[in-house]
């Protein structure tokens, strides 16, 4: 057998070649070779990856196995298979993605279910949402699918995440109650603030330690963007200026909900508890690897939540 799988090869059916991109990109150390095959091979070919099933003994168009080969090239170099095909499910939405912004991860979801379950159970008629450093807008579209009355504003210092997030708006028709807003952190125009502020604020900003960086995996800190992961400093900087200035943009008990990085849990709490304006109401473990990753807190100024 060949070293790669070969355009001109009738052979090389769908089946084949699956199972050869499975090994091939297991040897290079890529996590979950067989996800990441199916879903460059279901891109090139412009199915569901659920259609495969049904092609094994199909043979491609050369066009398609020349893109899917030139994408396993790629991703064998650790290059993101949601950058290489445009788009990564979150939520059970599929989002526009591209290296202007972080790949949405699963253990994000925890935070959305939070926000979701918040609002229904204390009957917000209109939930009001703030989404602090949105990037794609996962957090914010999903949310907006989920709470039909809601509306949101969602902000980045970049513009070019923005012009994704906007894209993810219209793509999943909730582009009407969100409003994308280019901003540093909590430092927005005074007049896109709603009367008596929002009822919660979200963010997912970036935690990982300077001197954390250079461990992650290649995947991550060779080709996501950097100002989104860290904050060249201890990961602590964005929770401390949260705490500090979200009360005044947050109806009277509101909520502030956050993911955190691994073992930040004590530091983040510290920081919100520090300011005597906050009460720890949740925090949640990641289903993914059992991690604490979302915390929720209260402006305690008002009322107090069940």
């Known amino acids: 057998m060949s070293t790669q799988p070969q355009s001109q090869q009738s052979a090389w059916t769908v089946s084949r070649l699956l199972t050869w991109t499975m090994t091939h990109l297991d ?47 790629r991703a064998a170099g650790h290059e993101p298979i949601a950058y290489l095909v445009g788009e990564k499910e979150f939520f059970s939405l599929a989002f526009i993605v591209s290296p202007d912004v972080l790949i949405p991860r699963p253990e994000t979801e925890s935070l959305v279910e939070l926000v979701i379950d918040h609002c229904t159970k204390q009957a917000i008629d209109v939930p009001k949402l703030l989404d602090v450093g949105t990037g794609s807008g996962c957090i914010t579209v999903a949310l907006l699918a989920q709470l039909p009355a809601a509306i949101a504003i969602a902000t980045d210092i970049s513009p070019s995440a923005l012009a994704i997030a906007q894209q993810n708006a219209v793509r999943h028709k909730v582009v009407d109650r969100m409003t994308c807003v280019e901003a540093d952190g909590l430092d927005l125009p005074k007049d896109i603030v709603p009367d008596g502020g929002f009822d919660v604020i979200v963010s997912n900003p970036p935690y990982v330690p300077a001197d954390d960086f250079q461990t992650l995996d290649a995947c991550v800190k060779d080709y996501e ?33 956050v993911e955190i990085g691994a073992g930040q849990q004590s530091a983040v709490t510290e920081t919100m ?15 993914v690897g059992g991690l604490e990753r979302v915390l929720a807190f209260e402006l305690s100024n008002g009322q107090q939540s069940s």
């Not at 891109?43 to 569901?48: G, I, L, P, Q, T």
């Not at 508890?273 to 289903?287: A, E, I, M, N």
Request: hydrophobic share 35%; aromatic share 8%; charged share 30%.
């Open 225 to 257: 963007p950097r100002q989104a992961l860290t904050d060249e400093n201890d990961g602590l900087s964005h929770y401390t200026r949260l705490a500090k200035d979200a009360p005044s943009l947050l109806v009277p008990g509101g909520w502030l909900v």
């Open 273 to 287: 508890l520090g300011t005597g304006l906050w009460t720890h109401r949740k925090t949640v473990r990641d289903q």
């Open 27 to 73: 040897q290079r150390g890529v996590d979950e070779p067989r996800l990441a095959a199916e879903v460059l091979l279901a891109s090139a070919m412009k199915c569901r990856r659920i259609d495969l099933y049904v092609k094994f003994e199909t043979v491609p168009e050369k066009e398609e196995v020349d893109q899917f080969r030139g994408w396993v090239k």
